[in-house]
């Protein structure tokens, strides 16, 4: 079942989006305002040019929390994790309820592999954002990868009650049966994230294995072919698993 876990698909940073041209020309008028660098730094957030505008804003205004916290999401997408919690902690001490900073804080810990951290910072942007779907999405990623299936089946169940058309949440609640070996259950949540988004890959591909599990392998051969027709490479570890355990090629 590790290749079930692998195609986990996670709800990634809150990223405010700003228009870039108004902020370019605001800090073009305006290059000493703090908020106007940190904005037009977010404008540019793919690109390595961002992190000047976060330390000015920065230089700017020394306890600008948001500037750390864009700072910190800038240092985590280019794997500098040491540079990135310590933007996000400081961040946190300006601001305790600072709850995007906590979030992107477990995010970190989750990729360095300290879950039980990453819980307790999930857990706190939770309790400063009940209606966050992103935070209960990662927590329950956080506690199946710790085993604690329960958990996790809690999380995923309460972001469909935030979105019930979130079909990442019916996909993780079909990992967590698949993980228990209930794989009709499994079945059932991947097929009520496919209703939801038909061209949703991850959630063929984990159907294949459970339909693997359950001996149905024209459904597994079936899923594994729409994957293909999405664009998408598939595992050829298990495609070895599905040819043995269907005694034919395709």
Not at 200 to 212: C, L, Q, T
């Amino acid at each position: 079942m590790i290749a079930v876990l692998t195609v986990l698909s996670f709800q990634r940073n809150k990223i405010w989006q700003n228009d870039s041209l108004l902020w370019q020309d605001t800090v073009r008028k305006s290059p000493d305002k703090a908020r106007a660098n940190n904005n037009y730094g977010v404008t540019l957030s793919n690109l390595p040019q961002a992190l000047f505008y976060y330390n000015r804003a920065i230089e700017r205004d020394p306890a600008f929390a948001e500037a750390y916290g864009n700072r910190g999401v800038f240092y985590e997408k280019y794997g500098n994790f040491t540079e990135a919690i310590s933007d996000f902690t400081r961040a946190i001490e300006l601001n305790p309820d600072f709850e995007k900073a906590y979030y992107d804080r477990g995010i970190v810990f989750a990729k360095q592999g300290k879950l039980p951290q990453a819980v307790i910072d999930y857990t706190k942007a939770i309790r400063l954002d009940p209606q966050d779907p992103s935070a209960y999405t990662d927590r329950g990623l956080a506690y199946a990868k710790q085993g604690r299936f329960a958990k996790a089946f809690a999380d995923f169940i309460q972001v469909i009650k935030i979105d019930p058309k979130s079909e990442v949440a019916y996909n993780n609640l079909g990992i967590v049966y698949a993980f228990q070996g209930e794989f009709p259950l499994a079945v059932f949540n991947f097929d009520r994230a496919i209703a939801i988004n038909p061209k949703y890959a991850e959630s063929y591909w984990n159907r294949a294995i459970a339909y693997d599990h359950l001996r149905k392998y024209d459904m597994a051969w079936k899923d594994v072919r729409q994957v293909r027709g999405l664009g998408f490479a598939v595992n050829p570890q298990f495609i070895v698993i599905l040819r043995k355990d269907s005694g034919r090629k395709e």
